[in-house]
């Protein structure tokens, strides 16, 4: 049985005798050595169903219009007509998956099987994750 110190900030799995995060350098001197086998499965992926095509989207991953400014954005909708530029971000921790709706347009917004999010809210496999209503994509983990 492997320990490891995971970090706190960024989740890599240190030796267990570091003191510091190789990763990130975080203070790891209060963190307990764990088994390796007892953390979470963090080899788990988030794929979006386009209308598109499939994508499967990174942790930090921005979904709004097509926007030349950042290369990491997925264009959400061919014309943009109905979405905002920075309508969602997907974050991911540990084993979860989750949608943060940062639109700031009061007129766009993300719903997750139908239902509004006012914040953030936890993707699961097999939801349609819709940013406006006229807009969706359907949720694959995996």
Known sequence: MALVKPCRVCRHRNSPD???????????????????????NENKTLSLEFPFGVEIVE???????????FGDRIAASENGEYV?????????????????????D???FTYIDDRKIDSEAELRDGQKLSLSRHFHIFVRIG
């Open 18 to 40: 570091a003191q510091m995060c190789v990763e990130c350098g975080a203070n790891l001197v209060s963190v307990v050595p764990v088994s390796e086998e007892s953390l979470p």
């Open 59 to 69: 942790a930090g991953t921005v979904l709004g219009r097509d926007n030349a400014d």
């Open 84 to 104: 905002s530029g920075e309508h969602a971000v997907i974050t991911r921790h540990g084993e979860l998956f989750i949608i943060h709706h940062v639109g700031r």
């Open 106 to 108: 009061d007129s766009n």
